[in-house]
């Protein structure tokens, strides 16, 4: 009889005698090891195991006798059953062979690490949770800390009775399966000493999105199962693959998270576990360091190409890592083939737009896909109401759970719900999990949205905008759009698109695309940075304490200010450039208005007051300014950053506002004293066309530049000679002015006879199909669209 099976003798077709997870963790010491992957040793339980242990006991026939019938719906009675179920199943006992090998392998994997009884984890492993169209993660236990051959048996028994949590019944009735045709394995590992150091998840793709060539790495301080469980805001750090594998160190994205405790080993003689609190000065570093999210990145792509091999399609994964604090080394303790976007149709790309208002958010936290829901809000600080709270009973189906975290006894309420909002976790908790598997649009990490939302208020939920959900007073009215990209238009003119937020660039990578036309630094600045440049550099000597105070809080997790500019920018960039990548990117550089600079943190200090600043001191004139010119050198360390540390050569440099060809130049100098020079390592560098100066001289602009694109919107009030943001001359504004008409197609003309090509970033062809057709009768190189009007545009010029 095989009742223990050792890891190391295990592989992925063994998936039926020991559970997916035991499955991948042997498939991964046989195949990866000799790639340096480590994954700590152990031993499986097998479900022969598990199926004489509930036969020895006479289970079977009481378990269907408690569960058939139940109403899975009703709550109280799912509790009540599901609690009957597992005591019953804690309660039996072990035939002598069973006991009896589970002790002799434990005490064998004691002595293969020189220990009397080692720390071990007592994990579940079902043979239906990691099937394609079936994802059960995340709901049988897990057990840390173990030590002892009595404490291994109790662990065990504890994991048998978890195939019948309440969430367990109610998936296997809501997919189909029978109680007994899901057979449970156990997977008894060496623990990895993160309680010394940190912890968490990864993914091999946008968790969001589904975008594919990324890692997603959520990390906190500790044991990994307040990352699971969502009971910290772990950081986070995304990183570009191709480039990964090419050896640059291409972390595109790193946020910071809210921390306040950690899982560590209990006292001996008390509990396996407990909570401590992370002093300061942890909670405002990043758990672990770029070297180790890079390893960790490495060997994520390693193993999601030999799942994608065996598989003969694509496998993105979900890993569990742990970096032991005694040898400072990375294992992985677990992985498992991602199966919500995989079982996506990633021929429709679903929108959803609120229709427009203007209301403030109640609350923002981390958006959980991309949809948006309306109800009326159900505030749940416990299911069973003890500490006098709502009891879950009286959750009404439609309501918006807003609870503190969640776990997998949740999931019946869950699955109730219009959408869910938690004070506390990040992308890769449980309620995330559990609300993507849904479908369901949830906030997670709030902090406070139990305290600021009221039972009965009527809210929005809006996933939709990017990164940051967000919850709104009232109903507001939305609209879901679904577009068939198989049946999109081709057509000959290249058609880019403007990007103005990285959180929602991986989202719109699955258009039809030529690339980004227009990538705003200021959009960057003012989101990511909110900090003026000038500030940054020089809060210190302004003896403003609370401007300093602010400035340091923001900065946290970064050694020093210019650091946290160059950095925070460059990861703007680069997410967008990944995004679109082989394609080209081009990234306007900061082109705020003196108005709107005086308007970021600390910009008072530093910003004159200007009688017009739409015509004032912008754009390129700022650049080589004494009194600015090592502010907008962090911009250039940011480029330059992006492309030869982060390898995204893709990224084009683009100058806004250069009245003259002498600017431009002084420009250039600028730059390459900070080390940006065109023509270096493939560095495109285009121009702004928005002053009537740039179309008058095109023909001495075009030899020190690789290529304009024109600004419409500035083009056109400078040609007309009006303000646009003036109501009373309003109505006179219009691209499609002949004088506009006749500026463009000269640019283009002038243009293409020193080969230099020309392409248009305005807003023009978003807003009108015809501007867009007579751009392509002139000989434009390429037009770039707002992501809502490229399908519009496409359909407009293939009529063409």
């Known amino acids: 009889m095989e009742y223990i099976l050792p890891l190391r003798a295990?592989?992925?077709?063994?998936?039926?005698?020991?559970?997916?997870?035991?499955?991948?963790?042997?498939?991964?010491?046989?195949?990866?090891?000799?790639?340096?992957?480590?994954?700590?040793?152990?031993?499986?339980?097998?479900?022969?195991?598990?199926?004489?242990?509930?036969?020895?006991?006479?289970?079977?026939?009481?378990?269907?006798?408690?569960?058939?019938?139940?109403?899975?719906?009703?709550?109280?009675?799912?509790?009540?059953?599901?609690?009957?179920?597992?005591?019953?199943?804690?309660?039996?006992?072990?035939?002598?062979?069973?006991?009896?090998?589970?002790?002799?392998?434990?005490?064998?994997?004691?002595?293969?690490?020189?220990?009397?009884?080692?720390?071990?984890?007592?994990?579940?492993?079902?043979?239906?949770?990691?099937?394609?169209?079936?994802?059960?993660?995340?709901?049988?236990?897990?057990?840390?800390?173990?030590?002892?051959?009595?404490?291994?048996?109790?662990?065990?028994?504890?994991?048998?009775?978890?195939?019948?949590?309440?969430?367990?019944?109610?998936?296997?009735?809501?997919?189909?399966?029978?109680?007994?045709?899901?057979?449970?394995?156990?997977?008894?590992?060496?623990?990895?000493?993160?309680?010394?150091?940190?912890?968490?998840?990864?993914?091999?793709?946008?968790?969001?999105?589904?975008?594919?060539?990324?890692?997603?790495?959520?990390?906190?301080?500790?044991?990994?199962?307040?990352?699971?469980?969502?009971?910290?805001?772990?950081?986070?750090?995304?990183?570009?693959?191709?480039?990964?594998?090419?050896?640059?160190?291409?972390?595109?994205?790193?946020?910071?998270?809210?921390?306040?405790?950690?899982?560590?080993?209990?006292?001996?003689?008390?509990?396996?576990?407990?909570?401590?609190?992370?002093?300061?000065?942890?909670?405002?570093?990043?758990?672990?360091?770029?070297?180790?999210?890079?390893?960790?990145?490495?060997?994520?792509?390693?193993?999601?190409?030999?799942?994608?091999?065996?598989?003969?399609?694509?496998?993105?994964?979900?890993?569990?890592?742990?970096?032991?604090?005694?040898?400072?080394?990375?294992?992985?303790?677990?992985?498992?083939?991602?199966?919500i976007h995989a079982r996506k149709n990633t021929q429709t790309l679903t929108e959803y737009r609120l229709h427009e208002h203007h209301q403030k958010p109640l609350v923002s936290g981390i958006a959980v896909g991309d949809g948006a829901a309306t109800g009326e809000v159900s505030v749940l600080y416990s299911l069973d109401g003890r500490d006098g709270t709502t009891d879950a009973a009286g959750f009404v189906p439609g309501s918006v759970l807003v609870t503190e975290m969640t776990d997998p006894d949740w999931e019946p309420i869950m699955k109730k719900a219009s959408a869910i909002v938690t004070n506390k976790g990040g992308r890769t908790c449980h309620a995330a999990i559990v609300a993507r598997e849904m479908g369901l649009p949830a906030i997670v990490g709030c902090g406070n949205a139990t305290e600021l939302l009221r039972d009965g208020q009527a809210v929005t939920i809006a996933c939709c905008e990017g990164d940051s959900g967000q919850v709104y007073s009232g109903t507001i009215p939305f609209e879901k759009l679904e577009t068939r990209l198989d049946q999109v238009p081709v057509v000959s003119t290249p058609v880019m698109l403007n990007v103005a937020s990285p959180d929602i660039a991986f989202k719109f990578a699955a258009l039809p695309h030529a690339g980004v036309g227009l990538a705003r630094e200021e959009f960057i600045i003012n989101n990511y940075i909110k900090v003026h440049p000038q500030a940054l550099l020089e809060h210190r000597r302004l003896n403003d304490p609370s401007l300093t105070t602010e400035i340091e809080r923001i900065i946290r997790g970064f050694p020093d200010e210019e650091t946290f500019f160059v950095k925070k920018l460059s990861y703007g960039i680069a997410r967008i450039a990944c995004a679109f990548h082989p394609h080209k990117v081009i990234v306007r550089l900061s082109d705020f208005k003196t108005n709107e600079y005086k308007n970021l943190l600390g910009g008072h200090h530093f910003e004159p007051d200007e009688e017009n600043p739409m015509i004032g001191w912008r754009g390129a004139s700022r650049y080589y300014a004494p009194g600015y010119r090592e502010a907008f050198g962090m911009e250039i360390k940011a480029i330059k950053r992006v492309r030869e540390k982060m390898g995204l050569t893709n990224v084009v440099v683009m100058i806004p506002f250069c009245r003259t060809v002498e600017e431009l130049l002084k420009v250039y100098e600028t730059m390459a004293d900070f080390g940006l020079r065109r023509g270096e390592n493939g560095l495109e560098i285009y121009l702004m066309a928005e002053l009537p100066s740039n179309i008058l001289l095109a023909d001495q602009f075009a030899p020190h530049i690789d290529g304009f694109s024109i600004g419409s919107n500035d083009l056109t009030q400078l040609m007309l000679g009006l303000d646009r943001d003036s109501a009373l001359v309003a109505h006179l504004y219009d691209e499609r002015n002949p004088a506009v008409k006749r500026a463009i197609a000269h640019l283009i003309r002038t243009a293409h006879e020193h080969g230099t090509k020309v392409g248009i970033c305005g807003q023009g062809p978003s807003d009108f199909p015809d501007f867009a057709e007579f751009l392509v009768e002139e000989g434009i190189d390429s037009i770039s669209v707002t992501p809502d009007s490229m399908l519009k545009t496409l359909r407009a010029l293939a009529r063409q």
């Open 10 to 339: 295990i592989a992925l077709a063994d998936l039926p005698r020991v559970g997916g997870k035991n499955a991948s963790l042997g498939e991964m010491i046989q195949n990866l090891t000799h790639l340096g992957i480590r994954v700590p040793d152990g031993f499986a339980i097998t479900v022969q195991a598990y199926e004489e242990y509930i036969d020895h006991n006479h289970f079977r026939a009481r378990i269907q006798e408690i569960v058939g019938g139940m109403d899975t719906e009703n709550v109280v009675e799912l509790r009540k059953k599901g609690t009957q179920v597992r005591q019953l199943i804690r309660n039996g006992t072990f035939p002598e062979a069973i006991s009896a090998a589970i002790r002799r392998h434990y005490l064998a994997l004691s002595a293969q690490y020189d220990q009397e009884m080692t720390d071990v984890a007592v994990r579940s492993s079902a043979t239906a949770e990691d099937l394609p169209d079936a994802s059960f993660a995340g709901q049988q236990e897990t057990y840390l800390n173990v030590r002892g051959p009595e404490a291994v048996l109790d662990s065990v028994r504890n994991c048998f009775a978890s195939l019948f949590t309440d969430r367990a019944i109610v998936y296997r009735q809501q997919f189909g399966f029978d109680h007994f045709d899901v057979a449970l394995s156990v997977c008894v590992q060496k623990m990895v000493r993160s309680d010394l150091s940190a912890s968490g998840v990864a993914f091999s793709l946008d968790t969001e999105s589904g975008f594919p060539h990324v890692v997603v790495i959520n990390s906190s301080y500790g044991l990994g199962e307040l990352v699971v469980q969502g009971a910290v805001s772990p950081d986070e750090f995304i990183l570009f693959k191709p480039s990964l594998l090419q050896g640059h160190r291409s972390i595109v994205e790193k946020k910071i998270g809210q921390k306040d405790q950690k899982m560590v080993y209990g006292e001996d003689g008390g509990k396996a576990t407990k909570l401590v609190n992370l002093y300061p000065d942890q909670r405002n570093r990043f758990s672990i360091s770029d070297d180790q999210a890079l390893e960790i990145g490495r060997w994520v792509c390693r193993i999601e190409e030999h799942y994608t091999e065996r598989k003969g399609a694509w496998c993105p994964m979900d890993v569990e890592w742990a970096i032991d604090g005694l040898s400072g080394q990375l294992y992985i303790v677990q992985a498992r083939p991602e199966t």
